[in-house]
C-alpha cells in the first residue's frame, strides 16, 4: 500500500510558478511510476505528466507530458524523501484544477496508463 498526500496548491497569477508537491509512504518508493493529473468539474481527469521509476534507464529519470504542459511544466522526483514534484512555470487560467498525484509499480508499456494509488488533491488557481 502506498498512501499519498500532495500540498502546495494555491492562487496564483497568470504567468507565475507554483510547484506542487507530493509526499509518499513506503520502502520501495524509487519502485514506484508516479505522475500528476488534475481535474475540474465537467471535465475528465487529465493527464499531466509521469516519471519512470528509478534505476532503470542509466540517462536517469524518464519523463512524460500531456501536450497542454509541455514545456511549461516539469516533475522530479527525490527518492530519498519520497517525494515527487510537479514545478509548473507560466501558469494559464487553464491551468486551474484540483491536481492529483498518482502511483503505480505494475510492469506496463511506456507510459503507463493503469494508476493503483492516488493522493487527495491539491487546488491550483491561476487568476487572469
Known amino acids: 500500500q502506498v498512501q499519498l498526500v500532495e500540498s502546495g496548491g494555491g492562487l496564483v497569477q497568470a504567468g507565475g510558478s507554483l510547484r506542487l508537491s507530493c509526499a509518499a509512504s513506503?520502502?520501495?518508493?524509487?519502485?514506484?511510476?508516479m505522475a500528476w493529473f488534475r481535474h475540474t468539474p465537467g471535465n475528465e481527469r487529465e493527464f499531466v505528466g509521469v516519471?519512470?521509476?528509478?534505476?532503470?534507464?542509466?540517462?536517469?529519470?524518464?519523463?512524460y507530458y500531456g501536450d497542454s504542459v509541455k514545456g511549461r511544466f516539469t516533475i522530479s522526483r527525490d527518492n530519498a524523501k519520497n517525494m515527487v514534484y510537479l514545478q509548473m512555470n507560466s501558469l494559464k487560467p487553464e491551468d486551474t484544477a484540483v491536481y492529483y498525484c498518482?502511483?503505480?509499480?505494475?510492469?506496463?508499456?511506456?507510459?503507463?496508463?493503469?494508476?493503483?494509488?492516488w493522493g487527495q488533491g491539491t487546488q491550483v488557481t491561476v487568476s487572469s
Open positions: 498518482a502511483a503505480t509499480a505494475r510492469v506496463q508499456p511506456w507510459p503507463p496508463t493503469v494508476w493503483d494509488y
Open positions: 513506503g520502502r520501495t518508493f524509487s519502485s514506484y511510476f
Open positions: 516519471i519512470s521509476r528509478s534505476g532503470v534507464s542509466r540517462s536517469g529519470d524518464t519523463t
